[in-house]
């Protein structure tokens, strides 16, 4: 067998993945997708539908596992900076194609990558463009855009995720540092389709809570560590605009980090599912006995035990001292609905926080 024959071990995965408690309320499309809610909290809620998805197949090339879904067209709410806004369906868009980035040996998943995607048919390139890194209630993060097509057909999807730019320590330290790029085939017709499952919420919308994650089994998923199972001593936690900040301390820092001290970790998720929340800016202050014992930024980084985390080194901590959490940039990542007024989003803001040692 070739080595790219090799590379591409799992191709011949097919089949939908299903929303978890929703056999029997699956739906039709035929009615369209219902208007965004009205009276959204500032927060997050469940939003007026939930659509699974159909697996395309998953791909292996160096430190990189890629799998590639799709869905219906979805709406959408890119950000950038402070600034949140609706990208619409397109008349053009066929599908809503999804793709997870993880590490084979302990299938983490691997936000802060860059992904980009190729679509070919007979040779031809049909269509490119990166794609976003999403959040969304029933898949947690992932990358996601929508997609016009020629036509029902086979098609080659090819995606090229870039290094990780996320600091890494312990196990992954110098790992996912190689570009690579995948080949992944994708079957398209109306009629497959139109039989992923699609539902509407009907008197839960706009209330506050979330919708059950998907049952992925041939996906990991990007569930931040229980609290009791992350290392270290945990010393609290709060939430800011429906993110929950664990912070962890341990005696030393990871491998990988060249420092002497306490190490503070940060472990963002959602308030319902436990997702990580990636790509923030975050930044804390130490305070005892009215003084300053750390005032800086909590690192992006990625470690097996911690997982994706916010991380740094003080002197030490002892009881009775107070972190104030700030949130400098909200997660630059799309949101997928039930997600846009959470996390900083259209709200604008997200409030600083204080744990205080035990």
Known sequence: MKRRDLLRTGLSLSGSLTLAGCSSLVETRAAGVPPVPENR????????????????????????????????PHRFWNVNGETV???????????????????????????DTGLS??????????????????????????????????????????????AVSTRLTGAFEGRFADPTTVEIPFEY???????????????KVATPGAVDPMSMEMLPTSFAPAESDLPGRVLGSETSNDARLVVTALESPPAG??????????????????????????SGHLARDGGTVYDGTFERTLDRDLGYHYGAVVDDVVPGD???????????TARHEGYETAFGGLMGGMPDVTVEVP
Request: cysteine-free.
């Open 41 to 72: 909290p500032d927060a997050i809620y469940f939003p007026s539908h939930v659509e699974g998805m159909a697996m395309s197949g998953t791909a292996t090339s160096g430190d990189f596992a890629m799998g590639l879904m799709y869905s219906y």
């Open 85 to 111: 806004s609706l990208t619409e369906i397109d008349a053009d868009d066929a599908v809503h194609l999804m793709a997870s980035v993880w590490d084979p040996e302990t299938e983490t998943i691997l936000p």
């Open 117 to 162: 995607a190729e679509i070919y048919r007979d040779g031809s390139l049909v269509s490119q463009e990166a794609i976003y890194p999403m959040l969304s209630q029933p898949m947690g993060f992932h990358y996601g855009a929508n997609f016009a097509l020629d036509g029902e057909g086979t098609y080659e999807v090819r995606l090229s995720a870039g």
């Open 189 to 203: 017709s109306e009629a497959a389709k139109e039989e992923i499952a699609f539902r509407t919420l009907d008197e």
């Open 257 to 282: 980090i060249d420092a002497d001290g306490t190490y503070l970790a940060v472990s963002a998720r959602t308030r319902y599912n436990r997702m990580v929340i990636p790509a923030m800016g975050l």
């Open 322 to 332: 107070e972190l104030t959490l700030s949130v400098d940039v909200q997660p630059q």
